[in-house]
Structures are given as structure tokens and as C-alpha cells.
């Protein structure tokens, strides 16, 4: 698998357009809003509103500024720990941030958004120094984990739209650069099945974005292709909305029987498995 040194999109740029739609959002909450639960379990939408804070304040302070106040601990042998360890650390977090009034906190990442959007703008997208576990073990080019970071304030958003009844809004500027990242969890995950040389794979995504991604194992690996050389092993057909609930492990295991997939059924297993988070969630197929 081979991830390209240039991005499809302009990520620094859409984390300009992100912030000022997180805003007009959270400027447009009743006070009642802030205390209702969001999908985020234990988290309501004031809680999962200072996480977006927290990640503002956590990455400014260890990518600008060098510091890392809070170092993984040693033993953490797998992904799986990590993202244990990083769940309880975003907890506390959240829990100390209770503290914070709804207006300091839209106050904060006003002032945060700025700085973190020049931040991406001062990076070279193309310097292979970042590192996107879901994406592979190997540095990675710094715009996909610009992307990332995209995606999960993006997710974030939707999230807290979908708690305060305003349904999500899937517009196609910022959806179709989200599934562009999320897209890069499948050729990774995919090239840990043996399969024969050709195979293929095809993935389509219809609705708000359309998207037609090939997938095709080569010598052990399996990587984007623009079209099929060998025979199309399995098929998997879904909505726009499906498509980044599903990458993002926002949809629900009981909605995956409405997804239209066909063909060998390890490999459709390992499609469906597929998430673009940190960790391995266990969610049956």
C-alpha cells in the first residue's frame, strides 16, 4: 500500500470552513441543548463540546510547541492499549472541563481555531513524518493526518447536530474530503488478507458524494487501482451517510444489514470490520 505524497483536497484550508460550521452550530444552542446526551456515551453535548476544546489545546500545545504534558505510559504493546489509555485521558478531561460555561467554551475555540488552522497551513502536506494508525504502520504524509483531524472534528460535528434534533448535514465540500481520508483505513486492512494476485474489490458510495473506489491485491499488498485487472471478488453499496457512520464506527451494528454487499464472504467480513478509528472496535460483521 502506497499513500500518495499529495492529498485530493486542501485540508488545512477546510479546517477554516469546519471551524466556522462548528460555530454557527454551537451558536445556535438553546441552553437546554448543552445538557442533553451525545452519541459519545457518558458524554453529553457540553462534555463532547470540550473535547473538541481539549484536541484544539492538545495539538497545538505538542505539534506548535513541543509539549507533551502527558506521555503514553511504557507497555502499551498494541493499539488496542493505546487507545484505552488515550479513552481515559479524554475522560478526564472531559470531566474536569465540566467547569467550563457553554459560552467560555464557544469563547475558546473561537479563539483556538485561528491558530490551529495556521498551524496546518505552516506544515509541509507531503513530509512523511506523521503517523495514522488506521492507515498502516508506516509514517505517513502529514495530510492525512491533517485529515484526520478534519474527519474527527467533522464527525464530532455531525454528532452534536444529531443530539440537538438539527440532523446531520452532509455538505459536499467537507463530506467528500472526510471519506477521502476515512477511505485509507480499507487498503491497510484489506492487505492483512491472503488473497491471490488481481483480486479485486469495489466499494460505492452514492448520495450527497459519490465516490467509486477500487481496491486490488498485488504481490501480499492491496492498494487503489483505477479499475479492476483481475475479478471483482466482492461489492459493497452504500449511502453517503452510511458510508462515514459506518468508517467512523457511528453506525449502528443492525443497519449494517441494509448495506448492499455480495461476494467472498471473508472479504466482505473484513469491508464491514473496517474502521478508520484508533484501536480495533469489536463489532461483529
Known amino acids: 500500500m502506497s499513500i500518495p505524497d499529495r492529498a485530493t483536497a486542501d485540508y488545512a484550508g477546510l479546517f477554516e470552513v469546519e471551524r466556522d460550521r462548528l460555530l454557527r452550530v454551537l451558536d445556535s ?5 448543552w445538557d442533553r446526551d451525545s452519541p459519545c456515551p457518558g458524554w453529553t453535548v457540553l462534555g ?9 489545546l492538545s495539538t497545538l500545545s505538542r505539534q506548535r510547541d513541543g509539549h507533551f504534558g502527558t506521555e503514553p505510559p511504557d507497555g502499551l504493546a498494541d493499539n488496542d492499549s493505546f487507545a484505552r489509555w488515550l479513552d481515559r485521558l479524554q475522560d478526564d478531561w472531559v470531566t474536569a472541563a465540566r467547569r467550563i460555561s457553554p459560552r467560555l467554551v464557544i469563547d475558546l475555540l473561537r479563539h483556538t481555531g485561528p491558530q490551529l488552522a495556521a498551524h496546518f497551513r505552516s506544515q509541509d502536506p507531503s513530509a512523511r513524518t506523521a503517523r495514522v494508525s488506521w492507515a498502516g504502520p508506516d ?5 492525512l493526518d491533517q485529515g484526520r483531524e478534519l474527519t474527527e472534528y467533522w464527525i464530532h460535528r455531525q454528532q452534536l447536530q444529531i443530539a440537538t434534533n438539527r440532523g446531520g448535514e452532509l455538505e459536499t465540500d467537507l463530506t467528500g474530503a472526510v471519506l477521502d481520508a476515512l477511505r485509507w483505513a480499507y ?4 492487505g492483512q488478507l491472503a488473497r491471490p494476485d488481481g483480486e479485486a474489490v469495489v466499494i460505492e458510495i452514492h448520495g450527497a458524494v459519490d465516490r467509486r473506489w477500487t481496491l486490488q491485491w498485488h504481490h501480499g499488498d492491496c492498494a487503489f487501482v483505477d479499475s479492476a485487472g483481475g475479478p471483482v471478488v466482492a461489492r459493497l453499496t452504500m449511502s453517503t451517510d452510511q458510508a462515514w457512520r459506518l468508517l467512523s464506527n457511528n453506525l449502528d451494528p443492525r443497519a449494517q444489514q441494509d448495506l448492499a454487499f ?4 471473508e472479504v466482505i467480513a473484513m469491508i464491514l470490520r473496517t474502521r ?4 480495533v472496535p469489536n463489532i461483529s460483521p
Open 48 to 56: 463532547l463540546t470540550c473535547h473538541l476544546l481539549g484536541g484544539d
Open 262 to 265: 455480495s461476494g467472498d464472504p
Open 29 to 33: 444552542l438553546d441552553p437546554e441543548d
Open 276 to 279: 478508520a478509528i484508533i484501536g
Open 139 to 143: 509514517a505517513a504524509p502529514v495530510w
Open 187 to 190: 487498503p491497510y486492512r484489506l
